[in-house]
């Protein structure tokens, strides 16, 4: 009775001999108001399902991490593989602050954008100190050099077991409401970056973030001052990622270096920006998503889906479009976009 | 004083040889194909565990199962590795990093969905099951057989690579691939060369370490990680390097577990590696070429 | 509270577990194994069990998900995490958050340390839902695993020269610090039981190299290797133990792989001679070891490892509790009847400290130490189980 | 206003550039030639900053120069073009440009619209207007010479290094190059210094030339006579060249 | 000895050859002349199997060649000297030349190649042992010459030699160039510079936009109008 039929550009509805049609128009659906919208709306649908909230909470924060993420990698030109070591640093500047100096989350955050950036500033030297890979191979074992010394002063740092009990973010008269409000932050703090971070790009300075990772010397004998730029886009998106950290530790308030320091955790983001698409900035938050629910709704399959999670994963990364991922379906390549591309870098 | 300075002597060619044993294919396959092969690790994991399934589950014996297991690895890293990575993402390199990351991590927990802890799975010691006494220490045979064998290997394959037409063509390979195809060089024959060069040291490292080393399905990450440092620190895909660093981090390890504790030997590499870095910003021997 | 849990109908318990980890697994295993036999049993008070089965895949955002999906969506009475350390934490953090709302008990059934029952000391009102069942808590190895061991080396192995071996992990730090106004560390405990302390080290968690520390231990002259290890390399360890110089000086390993039967094929025999606590050996603790073993390798096809047996003794624990309590609609006569409760159990009797919540420790439930010999594990102790003499590994080897 | 002064560089063993003098005046047109490794770019890489001399100094306008990192050369006032092109392959021909919109000049408080404008201005210059939108992955040899000549111009530079511009462009081509170099020299009034094999576009466009050979300077003078001198004939022309003039 | 026939190809969707008909007889030295971009690298590309064409074909020696992988071309007996050097950077100057002898047919015979280049090219013998990179372009250049040479091809197909060379050596190599036909190798050589490349050729081609517009031998070519206004800057 009903007829659907699903055209290339509209949905035509046929009842009887009535016709309507629905124009599915690029121009609304790639609306991404449309999308913020809809994740602004989505514990309606999820609200009774906490664990939901919380997994997309999760899937907001891994996409904050995501998001500074491209941009340091695109600014240093270099892939990194670090970004936990800032994660780190803000979980547990926060935590230990809180815990034996009894600062407030607002001031713990005051204390984590200092520590993470005076360590990152002196960090940074490395950025063009060290040649192409070994940039990137720098970065690899300094969180495993932390995730080292928390063991070592187990004192401080308390080991594998990490510090618990760290004060609330927010406590309001109910818990299910704590969770809701955690969202909306978390979905703040992402969306938050995304503008940042956009913002950027789009800028005077984001035209050098280009050239300096199309080509360094040449950026320099164009008079772009290369070294100053790279300290930028390490320590800056360090302290976004430091950020994440010390909300972590004042929503879940348990902070474990075990969890976030060891490479597992870092693969994980390099596959939400590979999944979300080369076009990283936005990619990140459909891929962090994706990987999420993904993962989540694996976990039916029994003790089989650790496996199978990877073997999905690798499905996804080969058949979604070539290098722009989710992004590449969402919306296509405009000539005018510059499109940065991961170089690996071995000179 | 002499003693400390004995075992350290000892322990720094015994391990050192051991890590190049590890670190050698690593080497190989980021000389000769200048990618990162972060699923290297997998060639251990396979190593061990097919040989188990084989000898156990298939009751074949000792020496059919190894060379089976080889047969396999072989099959394993032409067909998923090459054929369904390398070939494919050669030019998208982060697209190749996750997958062959994702590759390790599936086979890992497929090898730990078969054969868990519970199962205890080993390698028999192949040779000599027995220890000798150099000076005050007491070592396994097993030990000084892989220190062994490392060495054979990295000469063979270093006098190789100097010595011999196909050796020449995969340095060449390295450096410039049209040049090489205007050559006459089969490029995908070589290829597939290199994987199963690259394969075979961690696959008779495997054979020779099990007996005190651990089997467990998990192994390729830190098993990786040795290789990466090794690799980081001598320069990327150089063997000189290779040579050098593996000998440089049992020295390390050696000295900081007899002179103060073992419980540091790790993060000491790890420093002396950081440290290296900035000093000399290409690994001791700036990589670029094999050799 | 509006969102009290069912007080009719099924009693619900949530498990939380690392799937691709084998002592989750066998928690697993033995989680269903006692829910099917109080369920064919009869139930609880007549109410059916219902076992919720959760991966957390060893992560702290996933735990922190799940614990919220159990109590909230779920409602359970109890959640059971039988997971590493910093998971139980994870979980008793976000208990607690739930818990004024949300009433249900906690328990953790495999992380080692103090970590759990610390937080009931401190803050009981807060975290008195939360109950530790694993023989593992600082006061208690230094207090009893101490003194047994002692035992051992003067009387079995007759030595007094101790080497330790500890990892560093947390909860070996109480052992080699000690507890301020409890007990001294883990070496001044020794010393005050006539021993001597040779050589003592600290290994880390990744190290794959074990000579040196073997080394140090036989230049010191030990008799015997006292090894707090539990998540180190264990079959390297052994491996390498019994080709350096201190094969024949016996190691006396706290816990871990050593204790497995799959320990002797993993390390190819070399684990002979070495002494473990470990409670998968089959002797007839009480009337339900023996059966307990059994039905678990029948049933589910997996051996009992650590955690099992407390998982499987926490829900008969917690079964009593309920009964006693006369059901689950006040949560603090649950508690209360929780930490009075009594029962029978797989290696001994189940019950929970009245003021800290770890479960009562030996004599009460015990773990044998055995020791590996010509290929099967033997219990040396306590002697009332005592199944072979202690021999020493050069004896063995021949 | 740039002076070279006994400049030397080592690569290993080999001496790339040795004991090389000269001075550049400003608003001229000045040669660099030499046998293919005599050590010409090089040089330039020297003036530039990419490599800092192992002694001797370079002075520009009355400062030193010498090894400062090449950011800072290029806003003194020193720009260079590539002798294989190295565009920003991902980078659409006016954001190439403006790179050095922005960044040539020192503090540039310039706002990205005007950036634009000007970034336009200098595509424009060199025939490339149409091509603004095009990834310079997809422009032709010529087209990629004239936009390294464009964001080298775009960085506003007093002197301008050429290296081998007219490699590889048919004479056509090379023509059109030619009369581009000479009005952006008189409508940006830069100085030029020029490499170039070409001997018949050195002769056409300079007045004067440095002859350099196995790193050393070897002739220096205007290009009739230096093409007559038997030592620049021996060493770089060859006699059949001579034969043909 | 090469014959083709309505060769075109394409990159992608853009056509660059169009029905190219082409042949080069034993003994001979065929310049390909055109300017830049016309297409010269991409056929000399497609003969050696580097770039597979759309249509047509390719014979050498009466075996068609019009399909099959560059080894195997390499081993019949044509070889290319490509354009912009491509040397093996961290490779001796040996073992380069040593490279070029790699296939299995021309291996034996290496040393006595090795002498035979060292005599044309001094230079290479000097530097046997230094690094590639560490040669300026124009020993470079010999060096590719030299190493195309070891692997004693029948038709050596030479891709802008001049390019970027001073005059000197760009004579020098000629010189050397003008010889091979005697030693029994024949030469397609592709260059911009027609003046250079039609003093030392037999016959010649024009290639402009894909198309050869222009074919004869060196007396026709040198009065030919188009040459002289287009490529000869005259
Ligand atoms: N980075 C470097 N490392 C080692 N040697 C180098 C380096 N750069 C240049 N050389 C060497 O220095 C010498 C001079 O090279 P340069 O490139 O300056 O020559 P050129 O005059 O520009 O030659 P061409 O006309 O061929 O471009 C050459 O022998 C070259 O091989
Ligand atoms: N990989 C490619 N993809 C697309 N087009 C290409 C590619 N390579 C070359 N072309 C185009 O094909 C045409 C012919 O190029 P080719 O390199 O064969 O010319 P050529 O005559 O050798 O020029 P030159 O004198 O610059 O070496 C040119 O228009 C060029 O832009
Ligand atoms: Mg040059
Ligand atoms: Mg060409």
Redesign the interface.
Known sequence: MVNFELRRDRILVRFRDKKTEWVIEPRYWRNPTIAITFLFLLPLFVQTWPNILTMITTANLYAAIAIPLALQMLGTARVNFGPQLYLGLGGYTAALLNLHGGWTPGETLFAVVVVCAVVAILISPTTWIAKGLYFSLITLILPLTFLDITYIWGDIFRGEVGLTGMSPLLTLPKVTWNYLAYYYLSLLLMLLYLLICDRIVRSRIGVNLAAINENEDVARMMGVNVDRYKVFYYVFPSVLTGIVGWFIVHTFRTFAGVTYLPLEFMIKILIIVLVGGRAFLYGAIPGAYLVSIVEDSLRTLGPVNYFVFPLVLIVLIIFLPRGEGLWGLYRKRRPRDYFPKLHVRRE | MSEILLKILIFTVIWGSIYLLISLGFSLICGVLRIFHLGYGVTFVLAAYGLWALMEDAKLGLGLSILLMIVVQIAFALIVFYKGVFERYLEEEEVLLTLTVLISLAVAHLANYLYPVTAGVSIPTTIIDDVVSIGYITISWQMILAALVGIVVTAIYCLWFLHTRIGLIIRALSQGLTAAMLMGVNVRRMYYLAMVLSILPPTICMLMIAPFWSVDPFMGAPLLMTAMLISILGGLGNLKGSIVASYLVGFIHAAVSFIFVSRFMGLAALIVTLIVMIWRRGGIFAGETLW | PASQPTTTGPIKIGFMGN??A?FS??AKAAAMLAVEEINNAGGILGRKVELIV??T?G????C???Y??LV??DRVHAVIIAE???MG??G???GA??FP??PHIFFSTIGS?D?IWH?VRDNYKKYRFGFQTYYSTSTNYLKIVAGINSDIYKNLVKTDKVAIIYE???WT?PLRKGLPNVSPPLAGVYKERGLQVVNE?????????????F?AA??AGAGVIDCAIGYI????FV??WA???A?NIPLMIWGG?AG?????????GKVNGVMVGSSMIRVPITKKTIPFMDNLVNKYK??P?FGSHTTYDTIFGFKKAIEKAGGTANIDKLISALENVEEEAVLGKIGWDKKYHFNLPYPKYVTPIVQWQKGEMKVIYPLEYKMADYASPADLRK | MLEVRNVTKRFGGLTAVNEVSFTVNEGEVIGLIGPNGAGKTTLINLICGVYKPDSGAIVFEGKDITGLPPNKICHAGISRTYQIPKPFEAMTALASVLVSVLNGKKRSHMSLPDAVMEASYYLEFVGLFSKRDTLARDLNLYELRMLELARALATTPKLLLLDETMAGLNPKEADAALDMIWSAQEQFAVTILWIEHVMKIIMKATKRVVVLHYGKKMAEGPPEEIIRDPRVIEAYLGVRYAQNL | MLKISNLSVAYGVIPVLHDINLEVKQGELVALLGSNGAGKTTLLNTISGLIRAKEGSIFFLGEEITRQMPDRIVNLGISQIPEGRKIFPYLTVKENLLMGASISRAWPQREEMLNHVYELFPILKERANQRASLMSGGEQQMLVIARGLMAKPKLLMIDEPSLGLSPLIMSKIYDVIKTFPEQGVTVLLSEQNAHMALEIADRGYVLQDGHIVLTGDREFLLKSELVKQAYMGM
Do not use: C, N
């Open positions: 799937l691709s084998p697994l066998s959760e991966d895949k992560e702290i955002p996933k922190v998900e799940i919220k999906k909230i969506t590493k350390v910093e934490v994870a008793m953090e976000i958050e739930l709302e949300y340390g970590d937080h560093d992990m947390e730090k080290t600290t290994l880390s968690l990744d190290q794959k190299m074990f000579s040196p520390v080394e036989a230049k390399d264990q079959a390297a491996k390498q080709t350096s110089s094969r792989l497995m039967p799959a320990a002797w094929k993993a390390t190819e997996i051996g490892i």
